[in-house]
């Protein structure tokens, strides 16, 4: 009987270490400083990127609105030309609606004409289409189509 009260004590002494033991076990203060450090090094990598995905996708989204709007114009301006073939096209930092603008440049010759349609975003908003600004440039030459009132 001695015999197995002891051995049921011991058993008891195991099973609370054990449990002792495992109790305190837990997240030490370095393990947590490397875990924050490697998370850390890993985000900003993404963050960069994401920063960069972003700032290329507005300069996407603004050439591509650029190159319509300047289509659109060239559009209008060889409709213009058809009828009115000795008319000036040249403009200067129109407005297109949106913050953007549109510079045409009109060599007038009388049978071929180099017409270029510059278009961007007013970034600094001071109403003119300046040289860093332009996102857009077409050119295009227009032909007389017939002699025109004589």
């Not at 054990?18 to 875990?35: C, P, Q, W, Y």
């Not at 301006?77 to 009109?106: E, K, M, T, W």
């Amino acid at each position: 009987m001695i015999a197995r009260w002891s051995d049921e004590s011991n058993m008891r002494n195991r099973q609370s270490r054990i449990t002792n033991h495992k109790s305190d076990r837990g997240v030490t203060l370095t393990e947590v400083v490397v875990a924050s450090a490697l998370l850390v090094i890993s985000i900003i990598p993404l963050l960069q990127a994401l920063t960069i995905a972003q700032m290329t996708d507005r300069a996407v989204e603004r050439r591509s609105w650029s190159l319509m709007l300047a289509q659109s114009e060239l559009d209008r301006i060889r409709a213009r030309c058809v009828y009115d073939h000795d008319q000036s096209f040249n403009a200067a930092s129109s407005p297109l609606g949106g913050g953007y603008l549109c510079s045409v440049a009109d060599d007038q010759d009388p049978d071929l004409r180099t017409v270029t349609v510059s278009v961007g975003l007013d970034r600094n908003g001071d109403s003119i289409l300046s040289s860093e600004e332009i996102e857009v440039r077409l050119c295009t030459s227009l032909a007389r189509r017939w002699p025109g009132p004589q």
